[in-house]
């Protein structure tokens, strides 16, 4: 079995001598948080929970990215909740970068480890603690679910992503693949959260311009990311935030593969406000 290799924040705060210059960058259409963004000093809390802190990297927002929040948790050993989410209307992902937890959905418990993606849906009953000597570090991804009448909610599963497959995108020559968690026709769901990989050299070859918004934190490598006309280069610990239709391209750099988590809306109609 591959071993995962995955970028989690390590806090502290920059020295006094270091350059206030970064790549940290706000638009209309895009957002861009470096790695370096991730100090003790912008950590959150929330409440009922135990020896965790978080980086809230996406949050809804008139005007900008409107469905979905994302942090990025850290938890001490014995840290964790059994009361994490207080909507009954939201539906969570997680995907565990490091350490190791013991997850209770509904009763049933499932040990999650690195690499392991878990979907839990609105209205579950579930708990969360590290089991590890070690810091436990997670994504977290919020969003509320979108009720059709006639399709039930989708079933909570927790699967680790080397169970599933790359799968190569049309006419890529081998250097563009997606890891599905979930099919792209089960409509039960409304939004997707799939690992992305390049191998070095590979490209999104067109400036992809689409209704779905995006939170995208690199895993692995570093690439040229082509947004709203700009040009902007990112590497593993790094989290893009994409506004709906923000044209959208990468040049993965090298010299190892390019890899990301994708959050985007999909199988609803559109909102009237």
Not at 37 to 49: A, H, K, Q, R, Y
Not at 150 to 172: L, T
Not at 207 to 217: D, N, Q, R, S
Request: hydrophobic fraction near 40%; proline fraction near 6%.
């Amino acid at each position: 079995m591959k071993k995962n290799t995955y970028v989690s924040p390590a806090g502290g705060l920059p020295s006094q001598s270091k350059l206030l210059t970064d790549r940290a960058v706000f638009k209309s259409a895009y957002a861009v948080i470096p790695r370096g963004c991730f100090s003790d000093i912008v950590t959150s809390f929330l409440p009922f929970w135990k020896h965790m802190r978080m980086w809230v990297v996406a949050r809804p927002m008139t005007g900008f990215a409107e469905t979905f929040s994302q942090y990025v948790v850290q938890l001490e050993p014995n840290g964790g909740s059994d009361n994490p989410e207080a909507n009954s209307k939201v539906q969570s992902v997680l995907f565990l970068t490091s350490g190791s937890a013991e997850l209770t959905i509904n009763s049933e418990s499932y040990i999650l480890k690195s690499g392991s993606y878990a979907y839990i849906p609105a209205g579950s009953e579930w708990s969360i603690w590290s089991n590890s000597n070690e810091e436990t570090n997670f994504h977290w991804i919020r969003k509320l679910y979108k009720d059709i009448n006639g399709i039930k909610r989708p079933a909570a599963f927790v699967k680790n992503e080397n169970e599933c497959e790359d799968i190569e995108m049309p006419n890529s020559n081998n250097t563009w693949f997606t890891k599905r968690f979930v099919e792209p026709d089960d409509i039960r769901h409304d939004m997707h959260v799939n690992i992305v990989t390049f191998k070095p050299g590979g490209v999104i070859p067109f400036a992809e311009t689409h209704v779905m918004e995006h939170g995208i934190y690199i895993l692995e490598g570093k690439a040229v990311y082509h947004l709203n006309q700009d040009w902007v280069e990112v590497e593993a610990g790094d989290f893009l935030w994409l506004r709906a239709f923000c044209p959208q391209a990468c040049y993965a750099g090298g010299p190892g593969p390019f890899r990301y988590l994708l959050y985007k809306d999909v199988n609803r109609h559109m909102p009237f406000l």
